[in-house]
């Protein structure tokens, strides 16, 4: 019997001819990541084991995004910690404040993450590599911890939902309205230890910017993985991405076979879908934003893991040129990554962003988690390009997150209400 | 081998809905912290302030469907252990929580029928090997489902780090 492709990487990582759902197996890993959040409990466990190295200095990464530049004297203990542990083990892939990104951005940027791999990272939107026909996943620091130890993990081989895309999106319909279209179908826990295979005529017609997005937000369906067929977009990001030198291995393609077997298939008109608007507290809770009634907004975030890449900060930018951010709303704009901030300043996006009277931040996790940098206090409304909108996720556990895409974001910090991109532009 | 710690435990149940998320667990504003005792503090703050004053050594967590779905954080299941949890009990598991519970030595038990019968304040005793929950209060008893062998070894051992370290001692 066929086999998909996640099968099919699991299989090849663990030396079987095939592998079948529930199966639990032992993999050999290509890549590990950590962040300033989750590496400091995966550094203490990994103490633990006594060992006075990683498994390989070049497959273990280290970002610390989520709480730097360190926000409280606590946070810089813990990036102080994973840094120390960086220089003891001599990481190859630590990146410093500076060189930093928001690591599901930065790990495809840096090629540290190929077609074909098997990778673990303490974050569960980890699964974000998908995009590029790798098989990643969302781990916890134990788990990290081991894997630093030994270059192995233990996994259950996940049942795959098959989601086929067809025809293309319409004008400002992006990677962000598909995935929160699907959640909203499925629900939160739709695909609960699953991999979603996203396949179809449609997945040609979307930029990897919008397949990172997609398949960034898996996981707010409950699944394992997501992942996407590799065609000449993904090499040509992965040829360029590769530049820097950091993996010289060279990367597989594996793609799913006719016969091979799917729990559930579900189909998609990308022309029939409108931009998206997810309602306070599940992203399952969506709504065509057309349909939404003047709902008040206090802040606009656009940027976090799921939508700061450039095709994202360029929607944003077409939306606020020439505009002005509503008197009564923050907009605050984080570029994912050093590289995307350059990019950015080099396009001139920057300059629209900051003469509309936007906020641009260094790349950092902070306001997407509540963290720091845009908390919302008590009974104020965000619109969010990010991915969670549970209760307190930015701030005051009685304030509420919209989730949307960036046009849908731009759009709404022009209106001062939550707004379709063609009402503003 | 045999299971390493307690097997049998006596508590009253907390009962919670679906899609209890890691930031209802631990809100990501408290993770600039490793201690325990801190992580405890805040267990669940957002949805029920109380939590961490009523709570008391033993008490079960009985959620709903797809329970600590979220982030990876390991401070979820961390800050239930340290709050004096006993084990949770929930109809399904989100992924990465099932695993990071296995790992830390969270016991965990994945159980419909008790999930939806059990009611807040009932007096529950839970059988690890067997994985059995018996309900004082309504009488009712309850099947778990099965861990598969190789989550039972991890559990058995006390945790990943400790199974992982025999291995590389060559202990297996």
Redesign the interface.
């Known amino acids: 019997m066929g086999m998909t492709m996640t099968e099919k990487i699991l299989a090849f990582h663990t030396g079987l001819d095939n592998v079948t759902p529930g199966q639990l197996i032992e993999a050999r890993l290509d890549m590990t990541l950590a962040n300033d959040i989750t590496a400091p409990i995966a550094i203490q466990e990994f103490r633990k084991l006594g060992l006075k190295a990683v498994w390989d200095e070049s497959r273990v990464t280290l970002v610390p995004d989520h709480f730097t530049p360190n926000k409280d004297i606590k946070s810089a203990e813990q990036a102080k910690y994973l840094r120390d542990f960086a220089r003891e083990m001599r990481i190859c892939n630590y990146f410093e404040v500076g060189k930093m990104g928001i690591e599901h951005a930065l790990v495809p940027e840096q090629g540290l993450v190929l077609p074909g791999d098997l990778m673990i990272g303490a974050d569960s939107h980890t699964c974000t590599y998908g995009a590029l026909g790798a098989f990643s996943t969302g781990v916890g620091s134990t788990d990290l911890a081991c894997a630093m130890a030994t270059g192995k993990s233990w996994f259950k081989v996940p049942g795959s939902l098959k989601i086929v895309l067809k025809n293309r999106c319409r004008k400002w319909v992006s990677g962000k309205d598909i995935i929160l279209k699907i959640i909203g179908e499925i629900g939160v826990d739709g695909a609960r230890y699953m991999a979603m295979e996203f396949t179809g005529d449609g997945i040609a017609s979307l930029s990897m910017d919008s397949r990172f997005t997609i398949a960034n937000m898996a996981i707010e369906a409950g699944a394992k993985n997501g992942i996407f067929p590799v065609d000449t977009l993904t090499e040509s990001y992965v040829q360029e991405s590769m530049k820097s030198g950091r993996r010289n291995d060279r990367y597989r393609i594996f793609t799913s076979d006719p016969d091979a077997k799917y729990e559930k298939t579900i189909e998609y008109d990308l022309e029939s879908i409108e931009p998206q608007v997810a309602f306070p507290h599940l992203p399952e809770n969506t709504k065509n934003v057309s349909e939404v009634n003047e709902i008040k907004i206090d802040q606009v975030v656009i940027g976090s893991c799921t939508n700061g890449r450039l095709e994202d900060l360029r929607t944003a930018a077409a939306v606020l040129k020439g505009k002005s951010v509503a008197s009564h709303v923050r907009c605050l704009i984080f570029p994912a990554t050093q590289k995307i901030y350059l990019e950015a300043l080099r396009e001139g996006l920057v300059e629209t962003f900051v003469e509309a009277g936007a906020v641009v931040s260094t790349p950092t996790c902070g306001p997407c988690l509540g963290g720091h940098l845009g908390i919302l206090a008590r009974g104020e409304k965000a619109v969010s390009t990010t991915n969670r909108n549970f209760v307190g996720r930015m701030g005051h556990k009685e304030s509420e997150v919209y989730l949307a895409s960036p046009a849908v974001a731009a759009a709404s910090a022009v209106a001062g209400v939550i707004s379709p991109p063609d009402a503003v532009v | 081998m045999q299971p390493q710690g307690k097997l049998i435990f006596k508590g009253k149940a907390y009962k919670l809905g679906d899609?209890i998320?890691t930031?209802?667990i631990i809100?990501?504003?408290y993770?600039?912290?490793?201690d325990p005792d801190e992580l405890a503090s805040h267990c669940m703050e957002?949805?029920d302030r109380n939590f961490s004053a009523q709570v008391e050594q033993g008490d079960i967590i009985v959620g709903g469907?797809?329970f600590g779905?979220?982030?990876?954080?390991?401070?979820a299941?961390?800050a239930i252990k340290s709050s004096g949890v006993s084990c949770v009990i929930a109809s399904?598991f989100?992924?990465?929580f099932y695993?990071?519970a296995i790992?830390?030595g969270l016991p965990i038990l994945e159980a419909r029928a008790a999930s939806t019968n059990i009611r807040s304040g009932d007096f529950l005793e839970v059988n690890l090997e067997k994985g059995t929950i018996k309900n004082t209060s309504s009488g009712e008893t309850y099947n778990s489902e099965p861990f598969?062998e190789?989550?039972q070894e991890i559990i058995n051992m006390g945790?990943?780090?400790n199974r992982?370290?025999r291995?590389?001692e060559g202990n297996e």
């Open positions: 899609n998320d930031d209802a809100p990501a504003r993770l600039n912290t490793l957002d949805i469907e797809n779905c979220g982030s990876s954080r390991e401070h299941p961390l399904s989100a992924r990465i695993r990071n790992n830390i598969p190789f989550m945790g990943l780090v992982t370290k291995k590389l």
